[in-house]
């Protein structure tokens, strides 16, 4: 049996562990509903208001002003190479250029991706 001041404390915390035990099992069936009660997800084919912004971020990623930043990017990375003795800032300035004439390439394949539901 619990006496005393520590008993009351206790009994405390225990119920609050009580409220806390319930409010993280509610949100955990909350969440388990949700997932079940989902339907099939279909992206979105609107939006084409945007497509002339999508087709000039991307012309200019990879025509002309993407290929004169992508090597700006590999030449900054070669002169920190340099100066601080390192292949990793080469590495990162490389890396900065490849990544950025790639990224349209690779939103489009993230985007138009399908997954069949068999």
Do not use: H
């Not at 005393?4 to 009994?11: E, L, W």
């Not at 949700?34 to 997800?41: E, G, K, P, R, S």
Request: net charge positive.
């Amino acid at each position: 049996m619990l006496f005393g001041k520590n008993a009351k404390q206790k009994q405390l915390k225990s119920a609050a562990q009580i409220r806390q035990d319930r409010n993280t099992t509610a949100q955990a069936l909350l969440v388990v509903g949700l997932m079940c009660a989902t339907q099939m997800a279909m992206a979105g084919t609107g939006g084409d208001s945007f497509d002339t912004i999508w087709v000039t971020l991307t012309d200019w990623m990879q025509g002309t002003l993407g290929r004169v930043v992508a090597g700006s990017m590999v030449l900054v990375g070669i002169v920190a190479g340099i100066v601080r003795q390192s292949i990793m800032s080469f590495a990162t300035g490389v890396g900065g250029g490849v990544g950025l004439y790639n990224t349209p390439t690779i939103i489009e394949s993230i985007m138009t991706a399908t997954v069949s539901i068999n």
